[in-house]
């Protein structure tokens, strides 16, 4: 091995052994599941940015700006989810077509099964409803649902097969499989660009195709109609 | 790089992740291995003519290299990254304060930002704070430098 790759190795080896920092014991899924909340978050902004505002609330309704995001999923309501903190897409509309948008909670499926949407953007209405009322949401309301993968290699065939069980008892147009890692042959089986987002990572183009693909969701929301795939 | 420095690099890599404790994403990288590619070919198989068949392919060594080179960046550089574009978009462009990441026995795992009420100064306190990003950019400019992938590939060529 040539000199200049022996010294790479080992400045490699010596920023590994480095014991406080990376914390490389973590796995991440959390982190990725925040970055991609922000990243819809801050899409829906732009969109109502001048005639409405998104803020952030508490499992009781109330405005906070120290947001609090799950490590684990859970239900909107009780009160195990007051702590937990969503966004809320007030459009300064009157006819009550406010969105909110949360990580890590379950939804009722089409065959009464609760199910996990990782990134969920629902009707605010449906949330509120489930709130009041000791229930799951509708996943019938949810205008969009990103399915999270956060992996060190490619993404296995499994994974794949698992989102299209989820996407059968959720609103399977509205629901999407994000990953940061690649992942050539569920990008086949699933038909990539209706259902599927890979190598979603900061500064990557697939970064802001995203916020441009959820930007779409919200504006055709705003006007009135849906936007599905 | 040619193959047989190449393999070498991959051995070594191998070694460094393994004495890091990091087993896990060489094996995660060699469960990738194993499962293969798979690509459509016309063959000519059965009386009735050439038909479109799904054909395994193995890896090639500079492919295996690659995979390791991705796994290590998307283990120990994009976290720090992910984190750095959610403080971004909630905090600086959304108006949160901070984000905490809260477990479902009301632990705060990890806090980025300044917590502005009492209740989450307090639980910020035993969490983690942010990633090193500058740890993390060190090890992605590294990783760039021996990837045959990065311009840089002449750098480490002799």
Known sequence: MNASNRQLLDALRARLAAPTSLTLADKYYDLYEGYLFALVVDAARTVVDGTGTVYFEDGDENPVRDVVLRTSPGRMDGPNARPYTHAVVDLGDPQRRDLEIHLGVYFAGSQRVPHECDIAVVLRTEARRARANGVYPRGSQLRLALEAKYRVSNLRLGVGREFIGLRSQLRGDCCYLVTNSSGPKTARMLSKGAAFRDEVIPGAPNDEELSHFVRTVVRAHVRGTEYAV | ?158
Do not use: C, W
Request: net charge negative.
């Open chain 2, 1 to 158: 790089m040619d193959e047989r420095e190449i393999s070498e690099l991959d051995r070594e890599l191998r070694r460094v992740l393994r004495d890091a404790g990091l087993d896990r994403i060489v094996d995660q990288v060699d469960a990738t291995i194993v499962e293969g590619r798979s690509v459509t070919e016309r063959r000519k198989i059965d009386k009735s003519g050439p038909s479109e068949e799904l054909v395994a392919v193995d890896y090639t060594a500079r492919e295996r290299y690659q995979l390791l080179l991705d796994a290590i960046r998307r283990a120990v550089v994009e976290p720090a990254a992910f984190e750095a574009s959610a403080e971004v978009r909630l905090i600086e462009r959304v108006g949160a304060a901070s984000f905490t990441f809260l477990d479902p026995e009301e632990n705060a795992v990890r806090t980025i930002g300044q917590p502005t009420s009492m209740e989450h100064r307090l639980r910020a306190r035993d969490a983690r704070r942010t990633l090193d990003r500058d740890a993390a950019g060190d090890v992605s400019a590294v990783l760039s430098r021996l990837d045959p992938r990065s311009a840089s590939d002449e750098i480490t060529s002799e």
